[in-house]
C-alpha cells in the first residue's frame, strides 16, 4: 500500500522540505502536514486509500528528511504556517485542500482563515493546539537552553519510547513514523528532528485570536476526533468548534493517532467528505 509514494523536494521559506507525493499530478490537490515530532508517513495508510486526490505529505521543517532552520533559531508556530503557505505556493497549487494531524491541524487550520479563498476544504485530524496568555509563556521561555540530540539503542526501541509518550501511536504505528524519523548514530539511532523543534515556542496565540482564526474559515470543515485521544474533548476544543462556519465532526474509536494505527477505519470518513472534489476514476 506504500510502495506508491514518490519522494518530492520543495524549496519554500529559504528552506528545502522533503515531501512525499501520492496519486496523479493532475488530480485535485491535498496538502498533507504532520504533527510535532512526526513526519510524512503519518499519511502513508491514508493517502492511498484517498484515490482520485493527488496528495503531498510534507517533513515539517526540522522534521523528517527536511532541513533545520540555523542554529538558535526556534520553531515559532506561526513561522510554520508561513513555510506551509510557501511550500504551497511552490508546489504551483493557486488552491488545494488542506489535511492536518494534531500540529498539523492547527497550520491547516490557521491557513485556512488567514487565506480563505485559497482553501477549498480543511480536513482537521484533532487539532489540539492550546492558547495560552503571551506574559505567562514569556515567563517561562524566555530562556531556553539548547536541548540535546538523545542517542536510543536502536529503532525498535525507538518505537517503544515513541508509542510510550502522552500522545503515543501504537507501536505498529511508531515504527512506521521511526522509518523515516531516526538516523544512524555510533552506538544508536538518533531522532532525525532538529533537537531545536523540542523548545517550546515563545509566543503562542491567546484563544481569542485562535476563535478569530477559526471564524474566518469559509470552506467545508471536517474534524475526526479519536475517542481515546487525550485531546478529544473538553470545552475549549468545543469552542473552537462551534467558530467554523460548515464543519462536520466525526467521532471514531482510536488514539490520538487514529489516522495512523486505523486507517481503514478514517479513510471512508474523509473519501465521502472530500467526495465533491476527488476526480472521477
Known amino acids: 500500500m506504500t510502495d506508491d509514494w514518490e519522494e518530492l523536494t520543495i524549496t519554500a521559506g529559504g528552506l528545502r522540505l522533503a515531501a512525499r507525493g501520492f496519486g496523479p499530478p493532475d488530480a485535485p490537490k491535498v496538502l498533507c502536514m504532520h504533527g510535532w515530532l512526526d513526519n510524512a508517513a503519518s499519511f502513508e495508510l491514508l493517502a492511498p486509500r484517498l484515490p482520485g486526490l493527488r496528495v503531498v505529505a510534507l517533513d515539517l521543517p526540522g522534521h523528517g528528511l527536511s532541513e533545520h532552520r540555523e542554529a538558535g533559531n526556534t520553531y515559532a508556530f506561526i513561522d510554520a504556517v508561513a513555510t506551509v503557505a510557501a511550500a504551497r505556493d511552490a508546489l504551483g497549487w493557486e488552491q488545494c485542500i488542506l489535511m492536518g494531524h494534531s500540529l498539523g491541524a492547527a497550520i491547516a487550520s490557521t491557513l485556512a482563515g488567514a487565506q480563505p479563498t485559497r482553501a477549498q476544504a480543511l480536513d482537521d485530524l484533532l487539532h489540539d493546539r492550546q492558547a495560552e496568555p503571551g506574559a505567562l509563556r514569556a515567563r517561562r521561555v524566555i530562556r531556553l537552553e539548547h536541548p540535546l540530540a538523545l542517542r536510543l ?3 525498535e ?4 519510547r515513541l508509542a510510550s509518550s502522552m500522545t503515543g501511536a501504537s507501536i505498529e504505528a511508531a515504527r512506521i513514523l521511526c ?6 548514530v555510533d552506538g544508536g539511532v538518533t531522532w532525525r528532528s532538529d533537537p531545536q ?3 517550546q515556542s515563545r509566543v503562542r496565540l491567546v484563544e481569542d485570536q ?3 482564526i477559526l471564524r474566518a474559515i469559509r470552506c467545508p470543515t471536517l474534524l475526526v476526533r479519536g475517542d481515546r485521544s487525550p485531546f478529544a474533548d473538553g470545552p475549549i476544543l468545543d469552542g473552537r468548534v462551534a467558530a467554523i462556519a460548515d464543519i ?3 467521532r471514531l474509536p482510536g488514539g490520538h493517532h487514529v489516522h495512523l494505527e486505523d486507517a481503514p477505519a478514517v479513510a471512508p470518513v474523509v473519501a465521502e467528505f472530500l467526495g465533491p472534489w476527488r476526480a472521477a476514476p
Open 210 to 212: 485562535v476563535l478569530a
Open 153 to 155: 539503542r536502536d529503532a
Open 179 to 184: 522509518r523515516r524519523g531516526l538516523v544512524e
Open 197 to 199: 523543534v523540542r523548545w
Open 157 to 160: 526501541f525507538a518505537a517503544g
Open 248 to 250: 462536520r465532526v466525526v
